[in-house]
């Protein structure tokens, strides 16, 4: 039944040769390799609707002079497009913040943890210490700057140095440690 009601609709367009030989030189190749496909496949009323449908859109599109979309100039496509940029860019900007408001938020809890027990976090960097390798005063090195953290924002500084020293006096020959806590700006050397 929609044959038959496309059929009658073309017809009665009256089609010019002209204008079925423009629209098919305007077809995207895709579009016409997938009608010769349907075609092949023996699916030719469904290939002929599609085609038809498609050619009757474009004359009444020809008719109208409108496409039914507001015509935009290259200008307003410009300003369109610097808005979407700008908006996006404040979108990320606003993720951005708000990651960082969350990571320092954790990282301030982290601190407090460990600010409920210093004694026990000074036990944690002798192990990493005693195993007298790269990796362990790397990882001392880090819980040391978490410690010292930690004391800058829940205790004082000097507290800080003081526990330093104490942990520190039976581990000064270990030089590449010592370059380690220099580096971070937690021990100074003498």
Not at 65 to 85: F, S, Y
Not at 105 to 114: F, G, N, S, W
């Amino acid at each position: 039944m929609g044959r038959i009601i496309d059929d009658a609709m073309v017809a009665k367009a009256e089609v010019s040769q002209r204008e079925m030989e423009k629209w098919i030189d305007a077809l995207p190749r895709e579009k016409a390799n997938s009608i010769l496909k349907q075609l092949l496949e023996g699916q030719g009323q469904q290939a002929e609707r599609s085609i038809r449908n498609r050619f009757a859109a474009w004359r009444r599109g020809l008719q109208t002079g409108d496409t039914g979309a507001p015509r935009r100039t290259v200008g307003e496509l410009r300003q369109n497009a610097e808005k979407v940029r700008l908006t996006r860019l404040e979108k990320q900007k606003r993720e951005r913040k708000q990651r960082e408001i969350k990571r320092r938020e954790e990282r301030k809890a982290y601190l407090k943890d460990i600010s409920r027990d210093f004694a026990k976090a000074w036990a944690s960097v002798r192990e990493p210490v005693e195993r007298v390798s790269g990796r362990g005063y790397d990882e001392a090195c880090r819980k040391l700057v978490d410690i010292a953290e930690a004391y800058d924002l829940f205790a004082t500084k000097k507290q800080f140095h003081k526990e330093l020293k104490r942990f520190m006096a039976g581990h000064l020959r270990r030089k590449a440690l010592i370059q380690r806590l220099v580096k971070a700006g937690i021990w100074e050397e003498k």
